[in-house]
């Protein structure tokens, strides 16, 4: 039987708020569902019954529940995020023309766009609702601020990723708003609904905004290092996809002019060859790249670590620690 210490930490989270997890995961189903257009929870349930860690509510429930919270609210607001999360999904896969998602086929696949899409704005939708039922005012405030700022990080990706100008100062930028985001609100409105003292809460939220960047950085080196078979994606397809990832921007940084041009025709241009990807991966190499965006992402995560020392100890605050470990381990 696998002891606890050799649990993921994600699982442990999962193990220590499993009745509240539960919770969750009834009101999600409760709330998905339509009366009047059944495709709503067609589409929803293939993508929220297809697993996933449920990381993102999990936070909610962990910082609520670190802070001493007793009521019955944090269960709203998890189930909140896990929408606002499910929503841009729906809509990535749309903008990305993505096949796969959670080893199953997108929705966009098994329907069709206008279907993933207005289903997207559905639950967008039901998240509001969701997050005015605990009647908190700065709740509201900052998973509203969240939404808008997923939304503002997603178009931004739209013109930076392509764009060889892009430097690392608007990566961060587009991380902070399409992933990031919604880590640290996912762990601030556990701590506000918890009523938790002011320096707890904005330790929360610095927690929660490492997390996704270093979560995010990750990502992106596994695509040009990672196991196919672990990540469910190919080795080299933000490649393919002219995503001008840290590993890239890192790269194109340092090219010298026949190493730029090799990067405009790949990336800015999409006019790709066979044994490009080889190419890609060998300047990757050569200029240390992939070594310096691990670095980066270690240091992110030191940094979420670091966020947590003014919360008093608790079972959870070291599990949260164990995550941060984890989520840079998976490059290690």
Not at 2 to 14: F, G, I, N, V, Y
Not at 20 to 45: G, Y
Not at 235 to 258: C, H, M, N, S, Y
Not at 296 to 309: I, M, P, R, S, V
Request: glycine share 6%.
């Amino acid at each position: 039987m696998t002891s606890e210490l050799s649990q993921k930490p994600h699982d442990r989270l999962a193990a220590a708020l499993a009745d509240e997890m539960e919770a969750v995961n009834l009101l999600i189903r409760e709330r998905m569902a339509s009366k009047h257009a059944p495709r709503i929870p067609q589409v929803t349930a293939h993508l929220v019954e297809a697993g996933g860690k449920r990381l993102r509510p999990l936070m909610t429930l962990a910082a609520a529940t670190m802070c001493g919270y007793t009521g019955p609210y944090h269960i709203h607001l998890a189930a909140t995020v896990e929408f606002i999360h499910t929503a841009t999904l729906l809509h990535d896969d749309v903008v990305d023309e993505s096949q796969q998602r959670r080893g199953r086929p997108t929705a966009n696949l098994l329907w069709d766009n206008q279907s993933s899409v207005l289903v997207g704005d559905y639950l967008f939708a039901r998240s509001f609702q969701l997050m005015t039922e605990p009647g908190s005012m700065p709740v509201m405030r900052i998973l509203s601020n969240a939404a808008a700022t997923i939304a503002e990080g997603e178009v931004l990706q739209l013109t930076a990723a392509r764009n060889l100008a892009t430097d690392e100062a608007i990566y961060l930028q587009v991380v902070r708003g399409k992933t990031a985001a919604l880590f640290s609100a996912a762990t601030e409105v556990g701590g506000v609904i918890a009523d938790a003292p002011e320096a707890h809460v904005s330790a929360l939220f610095e927690y929660g905004d490492a997390l996704g960047i270093a979560f995010q950085i990750v990502d992106d080196l596994l695509d040009y290092q990672g196991d196919t078979g672990a990540t469910g994606k190919n080795v080299g397809d933000d490649f393919r996809e002219r995503k001008l990832t840290l590993p890239v921007i890192k790269a194109v940084a340092q090219a010298d002019e026949e190493e730029r041009a090799f990067w405009v025709r790949t990336i800015e241009k999409g006019k790709q060859e066979d044994g490009d990807l080889d190419h890609a991966l060998a300047l990757l190499n050569k200029h240390g790249t992939l070594a310096a965006t691990q670095a980066d992402a270690f240091a992110w995560a030191a940094k979420a670590k670091d966020a947590l020392a003014p919360l008093p100890a608790h079972d959870i605050k070291d599990m949260l620690v164990d995550l941060a470990d984890y989520v840079v381990a998976r490059i290690s």
